[in-house]
């Protein structure tokens, strides 16, 4: 199949014809993503919530846990686990999800509940499925704490 480089930075006739995307290849891992410079985990993902945090930069790992506290609180019956390399509250599927990025925490709590809390979530740029809370300001720790809660009544 020829080379496994995937670093191409336009699309060749042959891809323009095929339908097929150029690939970024990770030069530290190795691993290739359509979208260049994806965020990812180079190497093994973390196993458990309290390795996934401390992996995470110093100064954003009082954010993590403050938020992994208000949501373990809210869900004290859910599993802890990992999943697509996110702190993630299981029961019987997955309830909530949170990760850390440059500027902000996602949270995952899906569309319905978004929808939901929408008239509480001004001020804060949401998308289908996703809240984002920027480090600048206090996190919403009780609002966490009520959205993962439905989570895990609703979800």
């Known amino acids: 199949m020829g080379s496994s ?10 891809e323009e014809k095929s339908g097929m995307s ?3 290849k990770c030069p530290k891992c190795g691993r290739t993503f359509k979208k ?12 458990t919530i309290e390795e996934y945090i401390m992996r995470q930069p110093e100064t954003v790992q009082p954010y993590l ?19 697509w390399s996110m702190p993630t509250y299981w029961n019987r599927h997955n309830l909530i999800q949170f990760a850390a990025f440059k500027k902000h925490i996602g949270l995952y709590p899906g569309p319905e509940a978004v929808e939901a809390f929408a008239d509480r979530l001004d001020g804060y740029k949401t998308s289908k499925g996703t809240i984002q809370l920027p480090y600048e300001k206090p996190m919403p720790l009780e609002l966490i704490a009520e959205i993962a809660g439905w989570c895990g009544k609703n979800g």
Not at 5 to 13: D, F, L, P, T
Not at 37 to 46: F, I, K, S, T, V
Not at 72 to 81: G, H, I, R, S, V
């Open 22 to 24: 150029a690939m970024w």
């Open 5 to 14: 480089n995937y670093e191409v930075k336009s699309m060749s006739a042959f």
């Open 36 to 47: 260049t410079n994806q965020d990812h985990y180079c190497g093994e993902a973390p196993k």
């Open 65 to 83: 846990r403050q938020v992994n506290e208000a949501v373990k609180t809210a869900l004290p019956d859910a599993k802890e686990k990992i999943s």
